[in-house]
Structure formats: C-alpha cells, structure tokens
C-alpha cells in the first residue's frame, strides 16, 4: 500500500521528522511539499527507509558526509535508508519525497542521482496527490514504480566531500564565497601545500582533477540559483565570470543545454 501521509507544508522539518514515517511498514510514501520560505533547511536526519527527493519546481540540494547534489530537473537524489543527511530548497521549490520500506526495491546502497522517465516522475506526483490511496489501485503504482525505479540511469552531478581538513577548508571557502577564482597554485599555498601535492590530494580523495571538482560545485550552486529565479546575467556574476557568455559556454558543454533550456525544465 502507498500511504500519503499529509498535505503540503512549507516547512521541511516539520514534514520529514514525521513518527508515522518510521512507523509504517507500507512499502511506499509519497509526500509533497510547497515550500514557502526561502531557503527552507531540513537539518541533518536520517530516516530508516530509503528516500528518493524530486522537485517538479524550483530547486533542493541534498548534503551528506560524502558529497552534495543538487536535483535537477527531470531528476531524483537517492539517499538509503540510515545515512544522515539534511535538506535545502529554494522559496519556490515544489518537492515530492518518495519514502521506500528497505529490501522492496533494488536500488543502490549509496546516495546517487537517477534520471527519471516521464512514467515514474507522473507516479510519484500521482501518489501524492492523491488525498486516499488504497487498495488495487495503490498496489498497481506501486508495484510499476518500484520496478522502474531501479532501471533509471544513473547520472554524475554531485560534489564529492570529504573529511580531509585541507579540502574541507577549499570547499567551504568555496561555497562561502563562489566567485572566488584563485588558481590551485594559491590555493595550495593557502593550505601550506605545493601545488602537485594538492592535485594528487583532490585526485586521491574525490576521484576528479581539481578544476572538475570545482566546476562540480559552481554547476550545483548555478543550477540552485537558476532555480529560485536568479538570472543568468546574475549567476554568472556571483560566479566570478568575467562574461555571461563564459559562463553559458561552460554551462552547456557541462551539462548539454544552455541555462535557459535547462532552467524550463524546472517548471512541470
């Protein structure tokens, strides 16, 4: 059975601390949420079952120990059951929390992100949705999603994090302030390195070259802000681009589609 277990609500927190998330054993819950505020945060938490986050509006990042991903559109970020992770969205943001009972779907063990069809993302809408949802009906969409789900390409856009204080410190810097455009020779300067020393150290710990790593997070951040209605003209400049056309380029040779075509998929 599918349970739906409330109406939109603004607050994060508030809709995925919830006691009869733990305590039902239905094989699936769907949740949507409105979010209202800008920004609104749910903080680090972990749930026993497995949670796949869609935004068929605006934007949300997920952040666990290991990396940070942003869901893009036509998207879903995967976290298993038991990982502690928290939750940003913009003020826009309409987000679908699909919440899956362990061991009722074969999904990977770690947090990914999953290229949805048009058939799963318009299931899990469904689902929530639905004020009741119960009986053959429930068991149909159930059964359907959890057998799409686990044959969803993979796709690669998330920033690799890691514990390792000298990239901790590159990485909040670099979230602080994203315009900074210091090259890897002063950064390892910063960080009391050579310059080859931190390149093996990025490569080592997050498996991409260091300028990867941080057009990984760049990409993240200009995708949230594109999102919540920033312009182009803005992102770039926040961005530390000398030209708007520098950034669009960079944009659509990452991710196939130029900021504007990506940004209409936001929108359902």
């Avoid at 038991?82 to 969205?89: C, E, F, P, Q, R």
């Avoid at 204080?165 to 950064?187: F, K, N, Y």
Wanted: net charge neutral; hydrophobic share 40%; glycine share 6%.
């Amino acid at each position: 059975m599918i349970t739906k277990l409330s109406q939109p609500r603004a607050s994060l927190s508030d809709a995925l601390v919830e006691e009869d998330l733990e305590q039902s054993t239905a094989r699936a819950h769907a949740v949507k949420i409105d979010v209202s505020q800008n920004e609104r945060e749910a903080p680090e938490h972990r749930h026993r079952k497995g949670q796949l986050v869609m935004a068929s509006r605006g934007g949300v990042t997920c952040r666990v120990p290991s990396g940070m991903w942003m869901v893009p559109p036509q998207c879903g970020v995967w976290v298993p059951g038991g990982i502690l992770h928290s939750n940003v969205a913009t003020a826009n943001a309409r987000l679908f929390f699909l919440f899956i009972e362990p061991g009722t779907a074969d999904l990977p063990d770690r947090c990914c992100t999953l290229s949805l069809s048009p058939l799963v993302r318009e299931l899990i809408i469904e689902m929530a949705e639905q004020s009741v949802v119960a009986g053959a009906y429930a068991e149909t969409m159930t059964t359907l999603l959890l057998t799409a789900l686990p044959k969803m390409p993979v796709e690669d856009l998330h920033l690799p994090l890691t514990a390792e204080p000298r990239l901790d410190r590159i990485a909040s810097a670099l979230v602080e302030d994203p315009s900074d455009r210091s090259t890897m020779r002063q950064w390892a300067k910063r960080v009391a390195m050579s310059e080859n020393s931190l390149a093996r150290l990025v490569q080592q710990e997050t498996g991409l070259t260091f300028g990867r790593w941080r057009q990984q997070l760049q990409l993240i951040i200009a995708i949230r802000s594109l999102a919540s209605g920033a312009t182009v003209q803005k992102v770039s400049a926040d961005l530390g681009y000398e030209s708007v056309s520098a950034f669009i380029t960079m944009f659509k040779k990452a991710l196939g589609a130029s900021p504007a075509k990506y940004l209409r998929n936001f929108d359902r």
